[in-house]
């Protein structure tokens, strides 16, 4: 049994928060019911640590729901303005003077900082648009200030790198919830899973006490792979009736996460690699030669004597 229970443990899955909550629950009642008060308080550290990442969880959604109503918002809304000129104008020489120098110079932007568009710079969570912000101005104050420059876009990318140290320290006054905050409480989500198992492993002597308190931790895991199994399959039958709860509501959703991320990082991945060996195989470009000034208007004739 010891054997099993070994191999057992070194499969089991990383977690959600619902999931432990349960465990965590069910194991500290057996605990207290089987005489072994040493497991207690790992598992009081599982049900903190999975309320921990809910209440910072949910924090993070109400943010990216309002995305907030304090004294960044002002300081928001003028970045976007900003930033949204740069985006529209690269489009619109983009897509009508596809050939021209502007033209471009706007597809290199496009491609290299709204490669998803405007809204996924602009209508996401203040702490991540920081971070696009920066990357954009950084990238059109060095590696392409020169299609800022034939946009016309100089004045406003200025104008963003004054807007970016008064975001920055609005959201440090505002105290907002990061993203880094629910990803470290989402990583000691799992080191209390995990430490949990092993306690009742090591502390819990009688075997038979031991599988018993193991069982709530053994379940949840089960139903998680029940789960995560049917998503990936695409399946259609999977029996509701042992699924559907809450805590399995939540592991979906991380599950769509982590595809949606996956599948987009594979995205971005092929494109970095089709736009790499796309320039090394093309042939060094010819400098462009410079769009020709507007001509002036002609000189207004002057009446030959004694014409009038």
Do not use: C
Not at 34 to 44: D, E
Not at 130 to 136: A, G, K, T
Not at 247 to 268: G, I, K, M, Q
């Amino acid at each position: 049994m010891q054997l099993v229970t070994l191999d057992r443990l070194r499969k089991l899955r990383r977690t959600v928060a619902g999931r432990t909550l349960q465990a965590g629950t069910d194991v500290e009642r057996l605990a207290g019911e089987l005489n072994h008060p040493a497991v207690i308080p790992y598992a009081h550290r599982a049900r903190d640590a999975a309320r921990g990442h809910i209440d910072l969880r949910t924090g993070r959604e109400a943010q990216r729901t309002d995305r907030g109503d304090g004294q960044t918002k002002p300081i928001d809304t003028e970045t976007d303005i900003e930033v949204s000129i740069v985006h529209d104008t690269a489009k619109r020489y983009a897509e009508r003077m596809p050939q021209s120098a502007k033209g471009k110079a706007g597809a290199r932007i496009l491609r290299h900082y709204f490669r998803r568009g405007l809204a996924a710079v602009i209508r996401v969570p203040y702490e991540d648009e920081l971070i696009l912000v920066e990357h954009l101005h950084e990238g059109l104050t060095g590696r392409h200030a020169a299609d800022a420059a034939v946009l016309g876009l100089t004045g406003n990318v200025e104008a963003i790198g004054r807007l970016i140290p008064q975001y920055r320290a609005s959201l440090a006054a505002e105290e907002r919830i990061s993203a880094q905050a629910v990803a470290d409480a989402y990583e000691a989500l799992q080191v209390a899973w995990f430490e949990l198992a092993f306690a009742i492993v090591t502390l819990v002597r009688d075997e038979d006490d031991r599988v018993a308190m193991l069982a709530p931790v053994f379940e949840q895991d089960d139903r998680l792979a029940a789960l995560y199994a049917a998503r990936r399959s695409g399946r259609s039958d999977v029996d509701l009736d042992t699924l559907d709860d809450e805590a399995d509501a939540e592991a979906a959703a991380l599950l769509d996460a982590e595809l949606a991320e996956a599948e987009t990082n594979r995205e971005a991945d092929l494109a970095a690699e089709a736009e790499r060996v796309a320039e090394e195989v093309a042939p060094a470009p010819e400098a462009e030669p410079a769009e020709a000034a507007p001509e002036a208007d002609p000189p207004a004739l002057r009446p030959l004597p004694g014409s009038d």
